[in-house]
C-alpha cells in the first residue's frame, strides 16, 4: 500500500516568517493530495488540496507544490500569524480507491509572535 | 448546517471490553469513513461506508468493525478491546463516495483510553 512520510514533525518560525512542510508518498498511482489542519480539540479540516495533473496550488498565504517524479510535495506558509499555529497533515489518495487517504504523521507549527 | 457530530466524546474501558462509537454526517452526504488517530502514527484508516455499503477496509484486525445505517448514520465498534487500541477515533463525511478527489469534513473525534 501507500506510505506517506512527513517531515519534520515539530516547527517552530517566528511570526512573519514562512514554514514548509515536505512530504513524500512511495505509490505512483496516488492522484489526489490534500492538507489537512487539525487545532488542539478539533478534527482535521482541508486547507488545501492539488490533484496529479497540476504542478502548483496557491490559496492567498498557502501554496502546495507536487513533484510526481519525486513523488514529493510541500506546503507553504508564507507571512505566518499565530492562528496558525496547529498540527498539520499531508495524506495521499490512490486513483479508484474510494475515500481511504494516507495520512503523513503529521507537523506540530509553532508561530511566535 | 451542523457538522459532524460524534458521540462519546470520551470514553474509558478496560481489556476486554467493547465498546460501540457512533457518528452523525453532515446533512446529506453518504460517505462516512473512520480513521485511528495515535500520537507519531498520524491518522489510519480503518473503513469507509457508503450506502450502507463498506466500500474499503484498513488493516486492522476483525475485531474492529462498522455499519452504516439508511440515514447515513454510522457506528463503529471494536470488540476485546487491548491498551493499545486508545487512540482518538475520527469520523468523516464526504458528499461522495469511490472518488477520492473529495474533500473530508471530520468530526471532533471520540477519545478512548483502554485501561
Known amino acids: 500500500g501507500e506510505n506517506v512520510e512527513q517531515h519534520p514533525s515539530t516547527l517552530s518560525v517566528q511570526e512573519g516568517d514562512s514554514a514548509v512542510i515536505k512530504c513524500t508518498y512511495s505509490d505512483s498511482a496516488s492522484n489526489y493530495f490534500p492538507w489537512y489542519k487539525q487545532e488542539l480539540g478539533k478534527g482535521p479540516q482541508l486547507i488545501i488540496d492539488?490533484?496529479?495533473?497540476?504542478g502548483e496550488k496557491k490559496d492567498q498565504r498557502i501554496a502546495v507544490t507536487l513533484n510526481k517524479t519525486a513523488k514529493h510535495f510541500s506546503l507553504h506558509i508564507t507571512e505566518t500569524q499565530p492562528e496558525d499555529s496547529a498540527v498539520y497533515f499531508c495524506?495521499?489518495?490512490?486513483?479508484?480507491?474510494?475515500?481511504?487517504?494516507?495520512f503523513g504523521t503529521g507537523t506540530s507549527l509553532t508561530v511566535i509572535p | 448546517k451542523a457538522g459532524v457530530t460524534q458521540t462519546p466524546r470520551y470514553l474509558i474501558k478496560t481489556r476486554g471490553q467493547q465498546v460501540t462509537l457512533s457518528c452523525s454526517p453532515i446533512s446529506g452526504h453518504r460517505s462516512v469513513s473512520w480513521y485511528q488517530q495515535t500520537p507519531g502514527q498520524g491518522l489510519q484508516f480503518l473503513f469507509e461506508?457508503?450506502?450502507?455499503?463498506?466500500?474499503n477496509k484498513g488493516n486492522f484486525p476483525g475485531r474492529f468493525s462498522g455499519r452504516q445505517f439508511s440515514n447515513s448514520r454510522s457506528e463503529m465498534n471494536v470488540s476485546t478491546l487491548e491498551l493499545g487500541d486508545s487512540a482518538l477515533y475520527l469520523c468523516?463525511?464526504?458528499?461522495?463516495?469511490?472518488?477520492?478527489?473529495?474533500?473530508?469534513?471530520f468530526g471532533e473525534g471520540s477519545r478512548l483510553t483502554v485501561l
Open positions: 495524506a495521499a489518495s490512490i486513483k479508484d480507491t474510494g475515500n481511504q487517504f494516507y
Open positions: 461506508y457508503f450506502s450502507e455499503t463498506q466500500r
Open positions: 468523516a463525511s464526504s458528499l461522495v463516495a469511490g472518488v477520492g478527489t473529495g474533500e473530508l469534513f
Open positions: 492539488i490533484r496529479s495533473n497540476v
